[in-house]
């Protein structure tokens, strides 16, 4: 079981938005940063959202982040049938442990 | 463009030890943080453990007693052993690169290697 508490699952039609919620506690994402991973099937991981909010060059602006306290949300606007894919939240504990949600599923219907 | 590669072997007996190499190409070994992460069969993501700065390593704790990382910085390389293995620990092992965060502790991975499968049967 992680520490990192994502939803499953999560679901939306084409043009739609959808958030991913990641519950953490105050020694990880409290007093940490986020950031988001998202896995299309049978690819390594790549990076989306890092800093809570930053997204490296080439990610489009439909994705987005945000904390408040010890949550934080991945929020996609304008969903696309290429979203499609498991998405990951990851933060550090205070004893430089690396830590990962259980990862949300993302289906585009 | 940093790019890292996996090697090892894609088999390995129970009670025998995990051995994978990760070759990192378009930036020094000298800085970063350089990871391994695995991640079970349809399954979530698992920190290993990284290596970093003079060397220094963290290890995740249910891991800790049975993983060693090392670097070899003339072949621009980082390599993981993990030993006594189980069909646990069965699993897609990935070398990954984590920026240098805040106040100098570890931040995102930036840069991830395409993955090794590795199976764990007699």
């Known amino acids: 079981q992680s520490v990192l508490t994502q939803p499953p699952s999560a679901s939306g039609t084409p043009g739609q938005r959808v958030t991913i919620s990641c519950s953490g506690s105050?020694?990880?994402?409290?007093?940490?940063?986020v950031s988001w991973y998202q896995q299309l099937p049978g690819t390594a991981p790549k990076l989306l959202i890092y800093r809570n909010n930053q997204r490296p060059s080439g990610v489009p602006d439909r994705f987005s982040g945000s904390k408040s306290g010890t949550s934080a949300s991945l929020a996609i606007s304008g969903l696309r049938s290429e979203d499609e894919a498991d998405y990951y939240c990851a933060a550090w504990d205070d004893s430089l442990r690396g830590l990962f949600g259980g990862g949300t599923k993302l289906t585009v219907l | 463009q940093v790019q890292l590669q996996e090697s090892g072997p894609g088999l390995v007996r129970p009670s025998e030890t995990l051995s994978l190499t990760c070759t990192v190409s378009?930036?020094?070994?000298?800085?970063?943080?350089w990871s391994w992460i695995r991640q079970p069969p349809g399954k979530g993501l698992e920190l290993i453990g990284y290596i970093y700065n003079n060397w220094r390593t963290n290890y995740n704790p249910p891991l800790k007693s049975r993983v060693t990382i090392s670097v070899n910085m003339s072949k621009n390389q980082f390599s993981l052993k993990l030993n006594s293995v189980t069909a646990a620990d069965t699993a897609v092992y990935y070398c990954?690169?984590?920026?240098?965060?805040?106040?100098?502790?570890?931040?995102?991975?930036?840069?991830w290697g395409q993955g090794t499968l590795v199976t764990v049967s007699p």
């Open positions: 105050s020694s990880n994402i409290g007093s940490n940063s």
């Open positions: 378009g930036g020094s070994i000298s800085s970063f943080y």
């Open positions: 990954a690169r984590a920026q240098t965060g805040y106040g100098g502790n570890p931040g995102e991975f930036d840069h």
